[in-house]
């Protein structure tokens, strides 16, 4: 969660962080990150939508793909915008959850990108943007 909450500071927005949901809180807590300093820890999504709800503005989720989708599904009945990394779904059954949890949902969604926040990646653009290894023509992912 600290990759997520730092690279926040990119686009220059204020935040704080009001609560975060993760099996391993106490460990998470006991680093004692400053950007994490007023945050309540929850070792479950579940925990922390009852409890944290109504003092949302929004939900984050970066947690190992193969929960994203579960994860997304618990927040559309909140109403929270949501940023979500991707992917959205692993499967074609997770892309079918998904668009029928958030069928009627109101609240925008916004699906990450994190590899163009990367250190490598900013490097990359560096070198490329500067010139030294001229002009790129192709790229293979």
Not at 70 to 83: N, W
Not at 85 to 97: G, L, R, S, Y
Not at 98 to 121: C, K
């Amino acid at each position: 969660m600290s990759h997520m909450v730092r690279d926040l500071a990119v686009w220059g927005v204020p935040y704080g962080v009001t609560a975060i949901a993760d099996p391993r809180a106490a460990e998470i807590q006991a680093r004692t990150d400053p950007l994490l300093q007023d945050a309540a820890f929850y070792e479950s999504a579940d925990e922390l939508l009852a409890n944290e709800s109504g003092r949302l503005d929004g939900i984050m989720i970066g947690t190992r793909c193969r929960l994203h989708t579960e994860m997304a599904c618990k927040v559309a009945p909140t109403g929270l915008p949501l940023f979500l990394e991707k992917p959205v779904a692993i499967t074609f059954d997770q892309v079918q959850q998904l668009a029928q949890s958030w069928q009627h949902a109101d609240a925008p969604v916004v699906v990450s990108f994190p590899l163009r926040l990367s250190p490598i990646v900013q490097t990359v653009k560096e070198i490329v943007d500067s010139g030294q290894i001229g002009t790129v023509e192709n790229v293979v992912a």
